[in-house]
């Protein structure tokens, strides 16, 4: 039976410069999924969302179907599920100039955040009535964007012991027009657009859905629109923004594309994380670049599940 999220709000304030704050509080809004029962070796699972979506894109409801909530699949299986808003995205707050919100700043932002959730769950602070979890595994993942931020956030803080990694490459985005992948690099940032700017998806649809998923699933995806932040967007869209931060990453990692994806080489991409002792590459079939909507969507998030069991079985030591 779903359960609905706690959500919760986290100044993040203390980790960020004045010229970002401009003295006041800024907070991350989030979205906790506990379980019923908590398996031998708990973990806690964060997961961002990519540009055009908040929090919302790993808990979908779609009216009359079942089956499109990420964080529920993974709660009924065991794991606490964070979904949290990027910093200017959603429920979270804006920066009083989110303009001079680059990607570290985003990433320090919600490493904060992160931080404070594990603390609380630490303490049975988090969650009203819900017993304190002393040891988990710290597992941090995104799709598209939200991958962007969890390699620039992994790279600065080390915040995860496991990262999940979902439709965003190491070389630069590519986009499907007329069966074509064609190279998407935004180019130098210009800082006289306004911090935000209207978006569409009609011209995404063929990179972001396959071909049999429904109208009112297309519908529903539609709807979950929300701005975002030039300049986040537009780094993460920058060809080989997070080249050198892979190299820095030395957990297990996983990596997920759909069949039709932004990378231009998929089976290249685990070449990228150089620092990483232990990488799956795994080709999602009959899926664009959101897997979440793909009618194969059940074979990702299983695939997620079992990997981090797996992995979480391999660590040595549960952090404390």
Partial sequence: ???APVDVRIDVSAALAPEITGGAPLHIAAWVFVPDCLPERPTVVTLLNGGTYDRRYFHSEVEGRDGYSCAEYLRARGHVVVLPDHLGVGASDRAKTQMKATRHVAAAANHAAVEEVHARLRAGRLVEGY???DRFARVGGGHSMGACQTITQQAAHRTYDLCVLLG???DGVHLSFGGKLLRMDPGPLDMTR???????????????????VPEDVI???DSMLVEVPYVLGTQAATTGIVREDATLIDTPV??????RDVSP???AEPGYFTGSPDITLHILPRAGHCHNFASTRAVLFDRMDCWIRDQTSRLVNLPV
Avoid at 194 to 212: K, N
């Fill in 131 to 133: 017993p304190a979890i």
């Fill in 265 to 267: 080489a998929p089976h």
């Fill in 219 to 221: 519908a529903v995806d």
């Fill in 168 to 170: 965003y490459t190491a």
């Fill in 254 to 259: 996983y990596l997920c594309f759909g069949e």
């Fill in 1 to 3: 039976m779903a359960t």
């Fill in 194 to 212: 306004p911090d935000y700017g209207s978006r569409s998806r009609a011209q995404l649809r063929e990179t972001f859905h396959w071909e049999d």
